[in-house]
């Protein structure tokens, strides 16, 4: 272990107890990685603080000694946001799991930065309501990581990402001072620090009380898959929808690559010969839904639907959903190796996208699947090769990278909901002159003037340029496991 972690061993011992240190190294290797394996570092010391004052004395002493530290909640990030620093602190949030306030009458909760997505969810289901963000981890994700990466799920086209649903945190700073950014009510006066900190990757210190809103659970939920024949077709319809007015809680969509792959793995039943899917979620006042349903049903055929099956209850909603959430595992059934890539662009930007990833792909031989969130705009393309042919890998990340070129292009950005991390810090200068950069370093410097918190992530440093983007082989093992869907 380096110097000066050494040194600290007594005083973290002291702070977090002795099982709330990690140092032996079969231990510290299981926080190599988050959910990019591609990209590993083993931590040089791991704590486990139980409390808000635990993580301000285990930071207080790192601003003391310029010691790097690392927060970390369930390590599922795919842009490699929690990778360990080997001379730094990982400071975990595993212990740190109490839902601590249901606060019905006013559509609050406050958790601990520990607590799974889906907890709060399963908390607050008894009395009719939901936190909304639903990323696809949210089995496993943590609260906290979600804050940290400003998560977003399926159906965050109606609801907005994660920022849109905190309303407070307990924040401890990179010089282990404990504070407060916004509270329970509605807004805060001043900067928003609050905002600022919500996608913020863990460099401007550690959440560790997080307040959000709850929502009522809707009165009625209902489903539709529409089959087309062409991308174009269901983009053009996705594009009718919302020009109607009509705002689903979701828009999802696949292309034939996908479908077979879904088909082949968990045999979903689409309609065969289409060479796009479209799956359209509305919920709301149950009068609402019936009436928009329809609707959206209409422009789906005026568009050159094919097929269109609705599903009222939640297993006939269960079926439709099946293809769409087993395709990403399905696509690693079909590929030895596959990236995955996160783009956003502007949804009318969406068409002229798809068809140059299609050309990309013809041009290099290299395959692209497209699942995607199509109302957000949000691209998840999958680059799949074969890691054992020689120039494979180099190729599809080649394509991979000028994917995110294009969302560029296209008034986009590198990122939709997975966060920059190291894996995509070197596409930062792609986005952003040199001048955005360094006021965006003036920025963190006001949080973090020694540059000890999660350094290295986020803004580019020449090291990590040039390095490959995060490289998934089969399944992954949270999708394997059934703790996660892939979206
Ligand atoms: C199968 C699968 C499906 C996924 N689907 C989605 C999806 O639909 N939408 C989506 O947006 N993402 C998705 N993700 C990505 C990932 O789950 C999210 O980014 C999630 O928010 C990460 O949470 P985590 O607790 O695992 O964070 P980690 O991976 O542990 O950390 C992520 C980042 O948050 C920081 N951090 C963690 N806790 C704190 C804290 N308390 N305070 C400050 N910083 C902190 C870390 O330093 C790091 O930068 C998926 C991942 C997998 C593996």
Known sequence: MPEPLHTLLPRLRAICGEDGVITDTARRRTYESDGITYHAALPGVVVLPTSTAQVAAVLGLCAEHGVPFVPRGAGTGLSAGALPHTEGVLVVTSRMRSILEIDIANERAVVQPGVANLDITRAAAPHGYYYAP???SQQVCSVGGNIAENSGGAHCLKYGFTVNHVLGLEVVTPAGEVVRLGGKAADAPGYDLLGAFIG??????????????????????RTLLAAFETMDAGGAAVSAIIAAGVLPAAVEMMDALSIEAAEAAVACGYPSGAGAVLIVELDGPAADVDAQFEEVAALCRAEGAFEIR?????????RIWKGRKSAFAAVGRISPAYIVQDGVVPRTALPEVLRRIAELSAES?????????A?????????????????????????????????IEHGGSITGEHGVGVDKACHMPEMFTPADLETMDLFRGAFDPAGIANPEKLLPTPRLCGERPGVRKGVHPLVERGAAEQF
């Open 310 to 318: 609705t599903a009222s209850d939640a297993a006939e909603r269960a």
């Open 200 to 221: 913020s990757e863990g460099t401007l210190g550690v959440a560790t009380e997080i307040t959000v809103r709850l929502m009522r659970a809707p009165q009625k939920v």
């Open 365 to 373: 031989g290299i395959r692209v699947a497209n699942v995607f969130h």
């Open 375 to 407: 109302g957000d705009g949000n691209l998840h393309p999958l680059v799949l090769f074969d890691d054992a042919e020689p120039g494979a890998p180099e190729r599809a990340a080649e394509v991979s990278g000028a994917i995110l070129d294009l969302c």
């Open 134 to 136: 639903d990323p696809s």
